[in-house]
Nanobody, 124 residues
């Protein structure tokens, strides 16, 4: 199983920025999908963004396009989610997850290994 550890959450005002980090290890494959999910109280978990570590190809849901950016540091096995222009609706527990072998990074149900989560709170 892939082990994942998130960090970087916190509290900001609307319009602010945060960067989440996801360090991963233990993959049986050289390249995997790493996805970011979020879950707000009383809501279902939703996939937000994903990246294929092989070529850096990214995918974003419409509500975060232009505001969130994924990047990776292959040497550190770390994926970053830069979140700008944050809105109160972005408040949630954010989780990173791994899909291996990588099949379709935008297919959320294929993610099977999860980190512990990192809280993001955006105040108005």
């Amino acid at each position: 199983r892939v082990q994942l550890v998130e960090s970087g959450g916190g509290s900001v005002q609307a319009g602010g920025s945060l960067r989440l980090s996801c360090g991963f290890s233990g993959s049986r494959y050289i390249d995997i999908c790493v996805g970011w999910f979020r879950q707000a109280p009383g809501k279902e978990r939703e996939g937000v963004a994903s990246i294929y570590t092989g070529n850096g190809r990214t995918y974003y849901i419409d509500s975060v396009k232009g505001r969130f950016t994924l990047s990776q540091d292959n040497a550190k096995n770390t994926v970053y989610l830069e979140m700008n222009s944050l809105k109160p609706d972005d408040s949630a527990m954010y989780y990173c997850a791994a899909q291996e072998p990588a099949s379709n990074c935008g297919t959320w149900w294929r993610y099977s290994d999860w980190g512990q989560g990192s809280q993001v709170t955006v105040s108005s």
